[in-house]
């Protein structure tokens, strides 16, 4: 080492054009207007700071749904197994800490003001101080990237360290979109020049081409670990990522955030692959990751925290559409401040069927207003078939409606004049807070919930499960833990 200590972490600067707060009760307030746009809405955190071998780490702060805002930070680290640690310093009273979801890879302390975090591998964290979910930080330790495409590449768009103005970008077959680190791609609301591509939608507000987008086209990528910013655009303006009928697609790194509409969306697409992307949304319609009407997908090491839905697989064409199969999400971090956490969900018309939820952790689940909201769902409002789920090795650690929930439901989103079949779904190895249901409710003796599985479902604090059903239900297995009577 000849005297010098080695390096252990690597980050990006902040770019320059993103400020710190200026008004942080206002700043707070944005994430209740599930509407509004703020261009300033990508700031340097007054809430925390973080610290790598005495050199600052940028940390971002955020608006969200509750609770807000959320700061986040990311850094590489070097060296694995060696301890390397990270100072977090939280800007009031620091009386109690939660770190979440635990992991060998991370042991902390608390030293006076301070959060110690020794770190032995990758890994992602979220901080919560004092017994409440206000401002909490969300750590991304990252192994050193690999794999970055030449600079010079004809079909790659690269985006270096720094803030960038973009209306829109179009890739094509065999093009990569690569985002540095530092780097900001920020979203700037349409001209007079472009014509919407929907006049008025459903919420009566113009829609136009979205932001970052393919269609018909094979080899597609999304790299690197920048930054992508829609809080600017108007509500439902554009979406974030929308792929059409595109097969081998790739989105590996990038934090999304401010969505508009739907974040990552993918509609009848092949061989799909999102991995080690982070979601931090607040508007309405402000969706995770869509996979609809999608085979071959799988969704892993993802950390999303949105207006809607987190991660919902759906079948929104009618047959002879494919409706959705072979989809695998796991090892993903869910923040659910709105609507549902995972699952299968709402306009579903075709058949779905082999998709695997696992080893996936939900921090919060929040949402209270409707009864088909939940952490783990399997809910629909068309004529779909849904079979052969499972959903294994997940924590819910906090919930406020259900834990599960398998609906069969209509309302003002269903097209079909039916309602729809849910079969053959296992639960396996889940724990729930306490005091939270599973719900299973058929819609009526000819669309029912059946063939349910619940294996190793605990309750904290309970020696039996809470079921909610109704009489629409049949074949309901429980075992590993005992059903209420």
């Given at each position: 080492?000849?005297?010098?200590?080695?390096?252990?972490?690597?980050?990006?600067?902040?770019?320059?054009?993103?400020?710190?707060?200026?008004?942080?009760?206002?700043?707070?307030?944005?994430?209740?207007?599930?509407?509004?746009?703020?261009?300033?809405?990508?700031?340097?955190?007054?809430?925390?700071?973080?610290?790598?071998?005495?050199?600052?780490?940028?940390?971002?702060?955020?608006?969200?749904?509750?609770?807000?805002?959320?700061?986040?930070?990311?850094?590489?680290?070097?060296?694995?197994?060696?301890?390397?640690?990270?100072?977090?310093?939280?800007?009031?009273?620091?009386?109690e800490v939660r770190i979440t979801p635990q992991?060998?890879?991370?042991?902390?302390?608390?030293?006076?003001?301070?959060?110690?975090?020794?770190?032995?591998?990758?890994?992602?964290?979220?901080?919560?101080?004092?017994?409440?979910?206000?401002?909490?930080?969300?750590?991304?330790?990252?192994?050193?990237?690999?794999?970055?495409?030449?600079?010079?590449?004809?079909?790659?768009?690269?985006?270096?360290?720094?803030?960038?103005?973009?209306?829109?970008?179009?890739?094509?077959?065999?093009?990569?979109?690569?985002?540095?680190?530092?780097?900001?791609?920020?979203?700037?609301?349409?001209?007079?020049?472009?014509?919407?591509?929907?006049?008025?939608?459903?919420?009566?507000v113009p829609n136009y081409k979205d932001f970052?987008?393919a269609q018909d086209s094979e080899d597609i990528?999304?790299?690197?670990?920048?930054?992508?910013?829609?809080?600017?655009?108007?509500?439902?303006?554009?979406?974030?990522?929308?792929?059409?009928?595109?097969?081998?697609?790739?989105?590996?790194?990038?934090?999304?955030?401010?969505?508009?509409?739907?974040?990552?969306?993918?509609?009848?697409?092949?061989?799909?692959?999102?991995?080690?992307?982070?979601?931090?949304?607040?508007?309405?319609?402000?969706?995770?990751?869509?996979?609809?009407?999608?085979?071959?997908?799988?969704?892993?090491?993802?950390?999303?925290?949105?207006?809607?839905?987190?991660?919902?697989?759906?079948?929104?064409?009618?047959?002879?559409?494919?409706?959705?199969?072979?989809?695998?999400?796991?090892?993903?971090?869910?923040?659910?401040?709105?609507?549902?956490?995972?699952?299968?969900?709402?306009?579903?018309?075709?058949?779905?069927?082999?998709?695997?939820?696992?080893?996936?952790?939900?921090?919060?689940?929040?949402?209270?207003?409707?009864?088909?909201?939940?952490?783990?769902?399997?809910?629909?409002?068309?004529?779909?078939?849904?079979?052969?789920?499972?959903?294994?090795?997940?924590?819910?650690?906090?919930?406020?409606?259900?834990?599960?929930?398998?609906?069969?439901?209509?309302?003002?989103?269903?097209?079909?004049?039916?309602?729809?079949?849910?079969?053959?779904?296992?639960?396996?190895?889940?724990?729930?807070?306490?005091?939270?249901?599973?719900?299973?409710?058929?819609?009526?003796?000819?669309?029912?919930?059946?063939?349910?599985?619940?294996?190793?479902?605990?309750?904290?604090?309970?020696?039996?499960?809470?079921?909610?059903?109704?009489?629409?239900?049949?074949?309901?297995?429980?075992?590993?833990?005992?059903?209420?009577?």
């Open positions: 080492m000849n005297g010098k200590q080695d390096v252990l972490f690597r980050f990006a600067a902040a770019p320059k054009g993103v400020e710190t707060v200026r008004e942080p009760l206002s700043f707070m307030r944005r994430g209740a207007d599930a509407h509004g746009a703020y261009p300033d809405s990508l700031a340097i955190s007054q809430n925390w700071s973080v610290a790598a071998q005495g050199s600052d780490v940028p940390v971002y702060a955020v608006p969200v749904t509750r609770c807000g805002p959320h700061s986040f930070c990311r850094v590489e680290l070097l060296a694995e197994g060696c301890a390397a640690a990270l100072r977090l310093k939280f800007s009031g009273m620091l009386h992991t060998d890879a991370l042991q902390w302390r608390k030293e006076g003001g301070d959060i110690i975090c020794k770190l032995a591998a990758p890994c992602t964290f979220t901080v919560e101080v004092n017994g409440r979910m206000y401002t909490p930080l969300t750590v991304f330790v990252e192994a050193s990237e690999q794999n970055i495409p030449r600079r010079e590449d004809p079909n790659v768009l690269w985006f270096g360290p720094g803030l960038h103005r973009v209306s829109s970008l179009e890739l094509h077959t065999g093009q990569t979109l690569y985002l540095a680190s530092g780097a900001v791609l920020k979203a700037v609301q349409p001209g007079k020049e472009e014509a919407p591509t929907v006049a008025g939608d459903w919420a009566g970052i987008r990528k999304v790299l690197g670990r920048g930054i992508v910013d829609l809080s600017e655009l108007e509500w439902h303006a554009r979406r974030t990522l929308c792929f059409t009928r595109c097969r081998r697609v790739t989105v590996d790194g990038p934090v999304l955030l401010g969505a508009a509409h739907w974040t990552a969306a993918f509609f009848g697409c092949e061989d799909v692959t999102v991995k080690n992307l982070a979601i931090f949304g607040y508007r309405e319609n402000s969706d995770g990751i869509d996979l609809v009407n999608c085979i071959r997908a799988q969704v892993s090491r993802c950390y999303i925290r949105t207006g809607d839905d987190a991660v919902c697989i759906k079948a929104m064409e009618p047959p002879p559409a494919v409706g959705g199969r072979d989809i695998l999400v796991e090892h993903c971090t869910v923040w659910n401040d709105k609507v549902r956490a995972l699952g299968i969900a709402g306009e579903s018309r075709g058949e779905i069927y082999n998709i695997i939820f696992r080893r996936c952790t939900v921090l919060h689940s929040l949402a209270d207003w409707a009864a088909e909201v939940g952490a783990l769902c399997v809910v629909l409002c068309d004529a779909g078939t849904v079979h052969d789920i499972v959903f294994e090795q997940i924590d819910v650690l906090d919930e406020r409606a259900n834990g599960i929930n398998c609906m069969l439901f209509r309302d003002r989103w269903s097209t079909d004049t039916q309602a729809g079949h849910i079969r053959a779904v296992c639960f396996r190895d889940i724990t729930l807070p306490k005091n939270v249901p599973v719900r299973l409710w058929g819609y009526d003796a000819a669309h029912r919930v059946e063939d349910i599985l619940l294996q190793n479902v605990h309750m904290e604090e309970a020696e039996a499960l809470w079921l909610d059903s109704n009489v629409y239900t049949s074949e309901i297995q429980v075992r590993g833990t005992r059903q209420n009577e």
